[in-house]
């Protein structure tokens, strides 16, 4: 069965810091994603990583994947207020998605 | 992109009736869609997976006759939750697979419905 551990699930920080979130899966993958929530509403897609090394950036945001160590991270750089939301990564595997349990990113200023 | 609309957004229903929610793919076709349940400050439950024209396959622990998952078509499926109970309560959301240039595809979110039952 897979597993996909997120950490840290809560995450405050102050504007202009730099974080990093993780997310670990237990089977191998060659699809991971990330996903951003405000509360009250739906997923919207970040990235799509599909191979060893993938490497994407949006804004302050980039996430990389490292398919031999079944690992994925979000970078955020310089953190803005608008960027406070919960972030989940979600790999496929057996024809769906398996969800991280999401960080609650939490922007002061 | 991709267009997924979910309706409705919110519905609010009386303990022991049955509530359907739509889910349709706007400007893709939509072979296989995705049902999940949220509860609050919890990731996302996937509850079934649908596919056009044929039956659903459903997660272990979730009921069948409860929740019952339509994909008549290559845009539109449905998630009917029949005799809901407070505990029903939650977020359901649904997703798509859509395809992106070169087969790199992702998922499609619906918007999301609210079902409170009272």
């Known amino acids: 069965e897979l597993k996909v551990e997120q950490n840290p699930l809560f995450l405050s920080m102050q504007e202009g810091k730099n974080y990093t979130i993780y997310c670990n899966y237990s089977?191998?993958?060659?699809?991971l994603y990330w996903y951003r929530q405000d509360p009250g509403k739906s997923l919207e897609s970040l990235f799509v990583l599909l191979s060893n090394g993938a490497v994407k950036q949006e804004g302050r945001l980039m996430a990389s994947l490292d398919t031999k160590a079944r690992l994925s991270t979000l970078h955020i750089t310089a953190a803005v207020h608008d960027l406070s939301a919960t972030y989940f990564c979600a790999v496929d595997g057996a024809g769906k998605s398996t969800f991280g349990d999401g960080t609650t990113l939490t922007v002061k200023p | 992109g991709a267009v997924v609309s979910q309706h409705p957004s919110w519905v609010i229903c009386k303990s022991g009736t049955s509530v359907k929610i739509e889910c349709r793919s706007l400007?893709?076709?939509?072979?296989?869609m995705f049902w999940y349940r949220q509860f609050p400050k919890q990731s996302l439950m996937l509850m079934a997976t649908?596919?056009?024209?044929?039956?659903?396959?459903?997660e272990q622990g979730v009921e069948k006759d409860k929740f019952l998952i339509n994909h008549a078509s290559l845009t539109l499926s449905t998630l009917t939750v029949t005799s809901a109970h407070p505990e029903d309560s939650s977020f359901y959301i649904c997703s798509a697979r859509d395809r992106g240039s070169q087969g790199n595809y992702g998922y499609t979110f619906g918007s999301g419905t609210r079902l409170t039952v009272v």
């Open positions: 649908s596919n056009e024209g044929s039956k659903a396959t459903y």
């Open positions: 089977t191998t993958s060659d699809r």
């Open positions: 400007d893709f076709q939509a072979t296989t």
